[in-house]
């Protein structure tokens, strides 16, 4: 996935790097599921192929949306947690969550987590977003 922009925009440059279906996944993944190892990303429903799990994991990594680091626990794991920028991304999916439980046939629950964020305006991300800095920064 090249992340080279064609041009100065910012909704270009951000949909380079994250306008495929598996980058916003990954980051959904990471921000709502907890999942923070390679076999747990395999386990989504959306079926991602190791090939690509792995592609987006690097590429994410590279642009400094995540980081990789060895598990403690297990030698051949590793463990991804978002970066600050990663973080940043999570108005975004609350905005596509929304959209999504409006106007496609989303499951009410998942729905209803979306739309109680993105109801929440800034004080409920802000709450969230604090959150995931204790969990994924430390």
Known sequence: ?????????????????????????????LIFAGKRHFREFLQSDEGISSRTLAERLQTLQDEGILTRSDDPTHGLKAIYRLTEAGIDLLPVLATLGAWGGKYRQADDKL????????????????RMKEKLRAEHLG
């Open 1 to 29: 996935m090249s992340t080279k922009g064609r041009s100065g925009c910012p909704i270009n440059l951000s949909l380079e790097l994250l306008g495929d279906r598996w980058t916003l996944l990954i980051i959904r993944d």
């Open 111 to 126: 729905a209803r987590v979306a739309n109680e964020l993105a109801a929440g305006g800034e004080p409920a991300l802000k």
